[in-house]
């Protein structure tokens, strides 16, 4: 096993932005996970629990979530919705749009060619980011990077794999003879 001090952390990750740029690939490992807020989610799965009080609704079973390209599949997610302020019974202002989500189990997070997987994962859609943990694993093309914890900005495109040690395996790029 190949232990990789911060900064031969820091090198290998600027020779996969590099390696990436030169395949045609995202500029860096979280360069293809992007939003966009105003699209619209559609959650499917196999059983739904709505609790008003606390504006939240529960999916459970092969949930596969889809907005854009931004696609995220989990044993349960617990939506978090908006609209919260209304007394009379009405529907207040906002009412459906979805605030965070909570995915549980199995997690799989996917935009074009990068991929994430891990035990949970939260979205904040206003803020467009991602927070996901348990044994965290981030692909892009045949290059991964592994940890306990994983967070993207998926405004900015930049993120950060922390916790325990940072496994990085890079491919490199074919030479021409």
Do not use: C, W
């Not at 599949?73 to 009405?90: F, I, L, M, P």
């Not at 949970?120 to 980011?129: E, I, L, P, R």
């Amino acid at each position: 096993m190949i232990r990789l001090s911060k900064r031969s952390m820091a090198l290998a990750l600027a020779s996969m932005t590099l390696a990436g740029a030169a395949m045609g690939q995202a500029a860096s490992p979280f360069g293809s996970f992007k939003h966009d807020a105003a699209q619209e989610i559609e959650i499917v799965a196999d059983s739904l629990a709505v609790d008003q009080g606390t504006q939240k609704a529960t999916f459970t079973g092969k949930v596969e979530a889809a907005q854009g390209s931004l696609r995220l599949t989990a044993d349960k997610v617990v939506v978090n919705y908006g609209g919260a302020g209304a007394t009379d019974g009405a529907a207040p202002a906002g009412a459906g749009r979805i605030d965070k989500l909570r995915a549980d189990g199995n997690v799989f997070l996917s935009n074009g060619a990068e991929t994430a997987s891990g035990a949970f994962a939260d979205y904040d859609v206003s803020g467009g980011t991602v927070s996901m943990g348990g044994g965290v694993v981030l692909t892009q093309g045949d290059n991964a990077i592994s940890g306990e914890t994983l967070s993207i900005d998926l405004n900015s495109g930049k993120g950060e794999i922390s916790g325990g040690r940072v496994r990085s395996v890079f491919k490199p790029a074919a030479q021409s003879e």
